[in-house]
Nanobody, 121 residues
Framework: QVQLVESGGGLVQAGGSLRLSCAAS????????MGWCRQAPGKEREFVAA????????NYKDSVKGRFTISRDNAKNTVYLQMNSLKREDTAVYYC??????????????WGQGTQVTVSS
């Protein structure tokens, strides 16, 4: 069973930056794609970013392109989400996810518990 543990969330002012990390258990981490989804209060969970098993292919939600960067370190079983130029509308619980059923969606087999990101004006 794969376990995903996020860290790095918090409170930041608009225009600031945060880096989320997601540590995965298990020896098969490097064999599957990973991603990040988020859920704001009263809204459905939405896709944010995804990265394939090797890191050679990434995909982003349009509103975060140019501001967020997803990356992974397979030697450390960790995936990252660097978030720059944060906006109030980025406020949400961010979930790390593994092994997508459909690329560019929030259909994943594995999920973390989520980490809160709050952007203040």
């Amino acid at each position: 069973q794969v376990q995903l543990v996020e860290s790095g969330g918090g409170l930041v002012q608009a225009g600031g930056s945060l880096r989320l990390s997601c540590a995965a258990s298990g020896r098969t981490f490097s064999s599957y794609a990973m991603g990040w989804c988020r859920q704001a209060p009263g809204k459905e969970r939405e896709f944010v970013a995804a990265i394939n098993w090797s890191g050679s292919n990434t995909n982003y939600k349009d509103s975060v392109k140019g501001r967020f960067t997803i990356s992974r370190d397979n030697a450390k079983n960790t995936v990252y989400l660097q978030m720059n130029s944060l906006k109030r509308e980025d406020t949400a619980v961010y979930y790390c996810a593994g092994r997508p059923r459909s690329w560019g969606t929030c259909e994943y087999d594995y999920w973390g518990q989520g980490t809160q990101v709050t952007v203040s004006s």
